[in-house]
């Protein structure tokens, strides 16, 4: 049965639209179950019913026009139940509704399994039989784990159907994502491939046949001189024999092999690339269903050479990047490079399909001020080219195609968005001080967006969090010692004299170094932090020499030590930090320069350094929450997998109280402590942390004022109120509705659309 399932996912997955792989769907599990009849419902939750979508057995003439209500019959009894039912006479339940316009009328057994994505009801499966009896448990298993295996894809397929139709019909389209750095942007798709495959193609049929044979054309001459070019860089350091790959190649380039397939698809209507995806896609599926090994690696062979075509293809289409006035950037994978190309006045908003709201590149976006959503549906990129979006990065919401009237409403808002943010600048130059006169520091997480930065000096207390990674990211190797001290001089000169705690390098997880990459299979309990700079004493010592060297003379350097988890690892990094020290000032040339010795604190980002803080105490010097990966770790949730992003949640009852135990903790034996997860750069975040006893919050600079704006009004003694309340909840929803009261009960309403 499992080639079979396989098979059937494969088919329906290769379809180009809705209908055609509901149709393939509906007549392949039939002819597997060797049933007579087989259909699928489709939920329309803007009418509460389920539409026959497609069926192979029922009348023809019914299909897409027949309706049943979401709490009628056997479809809705088993979507209310969302589990199947398998009965031997159907017109004998008390819930089967007779519809004379299916003409079912002749069949008894009826097997039904609902199709569930993210935990929505997408429709109903139904299989059925003339013959009266229970279906088998080998076919019930059969047909739940189709579905399960389905889900996802026709919930895309849905999704593609009405996105390649939104164009012609005027109609919006909306996708669900997880929020990162909110606000809203209005403008125009730009889709980035950073690495190309026929999932990102869809399926368009083009009226102009003789202008995409002739794109096919191009591409394929391309292709066959790119070829040419590698067997002759190639023939002098391989054997002759390995050479003949590329004659393999060239024949099945050729108008008899590849080009006569092509062909018919162009024919049919369909765009060069559309033809060429067809092909690959079947050719793929015929290889990989052969039993012979060596005609299944053929199929790497063809899928390599249809992305080369597909490349050159692309090449001929764009040839010359121009990002619009206001460009949305969607892709499949942020990587920093690709905002770093895009002049920043012309990005408005960024759309990523992998990827979570607290990834590493979802701090970048937020450092930009950049709006951005996250684990949008993973369908075609292509299909959003050029399209009108709107993306609410307060909701969610990716709106394609937006009708006027939502385009309107949504300008609006970014009116209101804009007189909010110059309220709250309009006070930048005030103190951070409550109602009742406690100083609260607002400090600066910096080392992402370095142009910003050339100016954020005057907007805050210091820099709680510098992530020097983020330069070693930008770098193609190991910076040099001496190149590491210029940098550090810069930003400790330009914070002078505030603080400036320095974070040592910090890679691993999703965070990688091109020169120095790290393959894990779990890369968030893998090698990282403390634990490859402790591997790697060279690189540390480098840096944190790097780093005295630079302060000589400022003094305002704290250095930071990330992902400790073991009392080991404090007195190992501490070692080596002496190790530098003394071995710098026995080279150090001018005796009359003093070389200040840097407080050195640890991150508390896994849970069990929380529980090491009092032996800790009088090892290091001050210490810093880092709230991303401590929530993360507490919740068992990967940060980066839009699956379970919701499930990501920094107010959660058992966070809080991590989180007021470190600092009650951290005053009983007196270490200075602080916190710079994203959580601080949150008002109702900030909010929590004053009110556990944390006076020092560091964030991203686009939320210092609005935080400071907030705390300003406000007393301690009502936010230790609301802390109470919300440490006593068992669930974070209670959570979330405290504080939303608390919110309006305070007249900051106008903020509860930007929150969560």
């Given at each position: 049965?499992?080639?079979t399932?396989?098979?059937?996912?494969?088919?329906?997955?290769?379809?180009?639209?809705?209908?055609?792989?509901l149709?393939q769907?509906?007549?392949l599990?039939k002819d597997?179950?060797?049933?007579?009849?087989?259909s699928?419902?489709?939920?329309?939750?803007?009418q509460?019913?389920?539409?026959?979508?497609a069926?192979?057995g029922l009348?023809?003439?019914?299909?897409g026009?027949f309706v049943?209500?979401?709490t009628e019959?056997?479809?809705?009894?088993?979507?209310?139940?969302?589990?199947?039912i398998?009965i031997a006479?159907?017109?004998?339940?008390p819930r089967?509704?007779?519809?004379?316009?299916?003409?079912?009328?002749g069949?008894?057994?009826?097997l039904?399994v609902p199709v569930v994505?993210?935990?929505?009801?997408l429709?109903?499966?139904?299989?059925?039989?003339?013959?009266a009896r229970?279906f088998?448990?080998d076919?019930?298993?059969?047909?739940i784990t189709?579905?399960?295996?389905?889900?996802?894809q026709?919930?895309h397929?849905?999704?593609?159907?009405?996105?390649?139709?939104?164009a012609f019909?005027?109609q919006?389209?909306v996708?669900?994502?997880?929020?990162?750095m909110?606000?809203?942007?209005?403008?125009?798709a730009?889709v980035?491939?950073?690495?190309?495959?026929?999932?990102?193609?869809?399926?368009?049929?083009v009226?102009?046949?003789?202008?995409?044979?002739?794109?096919?054309?191009?591409a394929?001459t391309?292709?066959?001189?790119e070829?040419k070019?590698?067997?002759?860089t190639?023939s002098?350091s391989?054997?002759?024999?390995?050479l003949a790959?590329?004659e393999?190649y060239q024949?099945?380039?050729?108008a008899?092999?590849l080009?006569?397939q092509?062909?018919?698809?162009?024919?049919?209507?369909?765009?060069?690339k559309?033809?060429?995806?067809h092909?690959?896609d079947?050719l793929v599926?015929?290889?990989?269903a052969?039993?012979?090994?060596?005609?299944?690696e053929r199929?790497?062979?063809?899928?390599?050479?249809?992305?080369?075509?597909?490349h050159?293809?692309?090449?001929t289409?764009?040839t010359?990047?121009?990002?619009?006035e206001n460009?949305?950037?969607v892709?499949?994978?942020?990587?920093?490079?690709m905002l770093?190309?895009?002049?920043?006045?012309?990005?408005k908003?960024?759309v990523?399909?992998?990827?979570?709201?607290n990834?590493h590149?979802?701090?970048?976006?937020?450092?930009?001020?950049?709006?951005a959503?996250?684990?949008v549906?993973d369908i075609p990129?292509?299909?959003?080219e050029?399209k009108?979006?709107i993306?609410?990065?307060?909701?969610?919401?990716l709106?394609?195609?937006?009708?006027n009237?939502l385009?309107?409403?949504?300008e609006?808002?970014?009116?209101h968005?804009?007189a909010l943010?110059?309220?709250?600048?309009?006070e930048?130059?005030?103190?951070?001080e409550?109602l009742?006169?406690?100083?609260?520091s607002?400090?600066?997480?910096a080392?992402?967006n370095?142009s910003?930065e050339?100016?954020?000096?005057n907007y805050?207390?210091g820099v709680?969090?510098?992530r020097?990674?983020?330069?070693?990211?930008?770098?193609?190797?190991?910076?040099?010692?001496?190149?590491?001290?210029?940098?550090?001089?810069?930003?400790l000169?330009?914070y002078?004299?505030g603080?400036?705690?320095?974070?040592?390098l910090?890679?691993?997880?999703?965070?990688?170094?091109?020169?120095?990459d790290i393959?894990?299979e779990?890369p968030?309990l893998g090698?990282?932090g403390?634990r490859?700079?402790?591997?790697h004493?060279?690189?540390?010592l480098?840096?944190?020499?790097?780093?005295?060297?630079?302060n000589?003379?400022?003094?305002?350097?704290?250095?930071?030590?990330?992902?400790v988890?073991?009392t080991e690892?404090?007195?190992?990094?501490?070692?080596?930090?002496?190790?530098?020290?003394f071995?710098?000032q026995?080279d150090?040339a001018?005796?009359?320069?003093?070389?200040?010795k840097?407080?050195i604190?640890?991150?508390l980002?896994?849970p069990?350094?929380v529980?090491l803080l009092?032996d800790?105490a009088?090892?290091v010097?001050?210490c810093?929450?880092g709230?991303?990966?401590?929530?993360?770790?507490?919740?068992a949730?990967?940060r980066?997998n839009?699956?379970?992003?919701e499930?990501f949640?920094?107010?959660h009852?058992s966070?809080?109280r991590v989180?007021n135990?470190?600092a009650?903790?951290?005053?009983e034996?007196?270490?200075s402590?602080?916190?710079?997860?994203?959580?601080?750069g949150?008002?109702e975040?900030?909010?929590l942390l004053?009110?556990?006893?944390?006076r020092?919050?560091s964030?991203?600079i686009?939320?210092l004022?609005?935080v400071?704006w907030?705390?300003?009004?406000?007393r301690v003694?009502?936010?230790?109120m609301?802390?109470?309340?919300?440490?006593?909840?068992s669930?974070v929803?209670?959570?979330?509705?405290?504080?939303?009261?608390?919110m309006?009960e305070?007249?900051?309403?106008?903020l509860?659309?930007?929150?969560?």
């Amino acid at each position: 049965m499992l080639a079979t399932l396989r098979s059937i996912v494969e088919s329906v997955a290769q379809q180009p639209t809705l209908n055609d792989a509901l149709s393939q769907f509906v007549s392949l599990v039939k002819d597997a179950m060797n049933t007579e009849c087989c259909s699928i419902y489709f939920a329309d939750y803007s009418q509460d019913n389920f539409v026959l979508m497609a069926s192979d057995g029922l009348n023809p003439d019914a299909i897409g026009h027949f309706v049943i209500g979401f709490t009628e019959g056997l479809v809705g009894l088993v979507a209310q139940r969302e589990e199947p039912i398998n009965i031997a006479h159907a017109q004998s339940h008390p819930r089967f509704k007779h519809s004379p316009e299916v003409c079912e009328e002749g069949y008894n057994a009826f097997l039904s399994v609902p199709v569930v994505h993210q935990r929505k009801v997408l429709g109903v499966i139904v299989v059925q039989q003339k013959i009266a009896r229970v279906f088998s448990h080998d076919e019930e298993s059969f047909l739940i784990t189709l579905s399960a295996q389905l889900a996802s894809q026709l919930a895309h397929a849905e999704i593609q159907s009405s996105l390649a139709q939104d164009a012609f019909s005027h109609q919006t389209s909306v996708l669900k994502g997880v929020p990162s750095m909110p606000g809203i942007a209005i403008g125009e798709a730009f889709v980035l491939l950073p690495k190309l495959d026929f999932t990102s193609v869809e399926s368009q049929k083009v009226n102009n046949v003789e202008q995409q044979r002739a794109l096919f054309l191009q591409a394929v001459t391309a292709t066959r001189q790119e070829f040419k070019v590698l067997a002759n860089t190639l023939s002098d350091s391989i054997p002759k024999e390995a050479l003949a790959v590329f004659e393999v190649y060239q024949q099945l380039l050729d108008a008899q092999s590849l080009g006569l397939q092509v062909e018919q698809q162009l024919v049919d209507g369909w765009c060069a690339k559309s033809a060429l995806k067809h092909v690959i896609d079947s050719l793929v599926s015929q290889f990989n269903a052969m039993q012979d090994p060596y005609i299944k690696e053929r199929a790497i062979d063809v899928k390599d050479i249809g992305l080369r075509v597909l490349h050159h293809l692309m090449a001929t289409e764009q040839t010359v990047k121009v990002y619009p006035e206001n460009t949305i950037l969607v892709t499949h994978t942020l990587v920093p490079m690709m905002l770093a190309d895009i002049p920043k006045e012309r990005l408005k908003g960024v759309v990523s399909v992998q990827g979570a709201a607290n990834s590493h590149a979802s701090i970048l976006t937020r450092a930009m001020g950049v709006p951005a959503i996250w684990g949008v549906e993973d369908i075609p990129l292509l299909q959003f080219e050029a399209k009108d979006l709107i993306l609410d990065a307060y909701a969610g919401r990716l709106y394609i195609s937006p009708s006027n009237s939502l385009r309107h409403e949504y300008e609006q808002l970014r009116h209101h968005d804009s007189a909010l943010h110059d309220k709250f600048e309009a006070e930048h130059a005030l103190e951070p001080e409550t109602l009742d006169g406690e100083k609260i520091s607002l400090l600066l997480n910096a080392g992402l967006n370095l142009s910003t930065e050339q100016v954020s000096a005057n907007y805050c207390d210091g820099v709680g969090l510098y992530r020097t990674e983020s330069w070693f990211m930008q770098k193609g190797q190991f910076p040099t010692q001496s190149e590491q001290e210029k940098w550090y001089r810069e930003v400790l000169s330009r914070y002078h004299p505030g603080p400036v705690v320095m974070r040592t390098l910090d890679i691993g997880g999703d965070k990688v170094l091109d020169y120095f990459d790290i393959k894990e299979e779990n890369p968030f309990l893998g090698w990282r932090g403390i634990r490859v700079s402790l591997d790697h004493p060279e690189i540390f010592l480098d840096q944190i020499k790097a780093m005295i060297k630079a302060n000589v003379g400022l003094g305002n350097l704290r250095i930071m030590l990330p992902m400790v988890s073991r009392t080991e690892e404090v007195d190992e990094a501490l070692q080596l930090i002496e190790q530098a020290y003394f071995e710098l000032q026995d080279d150090w040339a001018d005796p009359f320069l003093l070389m200040d010795k840097p407080e050195i604190g640890v991150m508390l980002e896994v849970p069990s350094s929380v529980y090491l803080l009092s032996d800790w105490a009088d090892k290091v010097d001050f210490c810093s929450v880092g709230s991303n990966d401590l929530t993360q770790y507490l919740l068992a949730v990967d940060r980066n997998n839009s699956r379970v992003a919701e499930l990501f949640d920094p107010y959660h009852p058992s966070v809080l109280r991590v989180l007021n135990h470190i600092a009650i903790t951290c005053q009983e034996v007196e270490l200075s402590f602080s916190l710079c997860g994203e959580l601080g750069g949150e008002p109702e975040g900030a909010i929590l942390l004053v009110a556990m006893g944390y006076r020092r919050l560091s964030m991203n600079i686009s939320a210092l004022n609005k935080v400071k704006w907030v705390l300003r009004r406000l007393r301690v003694e009502d936010m230790e109120m609301l802390l109470n309340e919300c440490l006593a909840q068992s669930s974070v929803k209670q959570v979330h509705r405290l504080l939303r009261s608390f919110m309006i009960e305070h007249d900051f309403s106008e903020l509860l659309y930007h929150s969560k």
